[in-house]
């Protein structure tokens, strides 16, 4: 099946769409973008990640070209098109065609956003082998711009992570600052030490995770004790346990940080309770 994508008011046939080649997103990297999973047809988390795109976008003076109840709509209709029951839905707006390139922005008022969404097909999306069997990763130093709270598009620094990772044959990467975990390439990052799970606090430093909201209101209500403190890439490797969360990998155990075996190197109590924690909350929650 050809699977349908939306591009500025249109579902076309992924072969059928464009964009401009001065397009601002490919230019420049300047458009943000969101992630947002489909579990049994529905939307994990929507609101959150809905709430986000408009701080992303506001944190840059770039307009939406949709309103809030088209994009739900959008959103929705590439589920259906694209019969999609487990899978994720990558939605990008950039600042659109600016004409010549420049590094001044164009006039909001005569140049539109430019908005692209597509959907992935992931029918083992919530049971993915890694999730049983837990992930490796690598210390890497984190040199990305200081603003790293707005989801933009500028993702070579996280690839060139996860190349050093793959290198390495681990999966991922937590981005160290100042010996300080920050998060991981495209996740955030937790350890658990005698019973309390521990992620650094929110700031520009880190991307404001909605899967992180959504967990760490589950594991209060289920009387789990979370800090919020940054912690050290030795106290990682020393921990009880060490998972990461993000929309495509919900709460993914870590077993390995930079080359030191976490716990007893399979998934940890805590970080399995937690998934599935998420999981059933999350369905519970989609829409
Ligand atoms: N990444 N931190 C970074 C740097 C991320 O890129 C992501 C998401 C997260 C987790 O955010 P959320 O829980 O809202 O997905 C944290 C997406 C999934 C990606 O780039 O594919």
Redesign the pocket.
Known sequence: MTRTVYVNGNYLPENEATISIFDRGFLMADAV???T?VLDGKLL?YA??EA?LQRSLSELGMANPCTAEELLQVHRDLVEKNGIVNG?I?LQISRGNGGDRSFIFPDAATVPSTIVLFTQDVPDLANPPAASKGIKVIAFEDL?WGR?DI?TVQ?LW?SLAKMAAKKAGCDDAF?VMDGLVT??????AYIVKGGKIITRPLSND?????????LLTYAAEAQMVVEERPFTIEEAKSADEAFI?????FVMPVIEVDGATIGSGTPGPVAKRLRELYLSEGRKAAI
């Open positions: 973008y969101e992630v999973s988390d959150g990640h986000r994720l990558y990305r790293r989801k993702l996280p981005f998060e991981g390439s495209s996740n955030n880190i991307l404001h995770g909605i899967t992180r909201a959504a969360t993000g929309a495509s990998t």
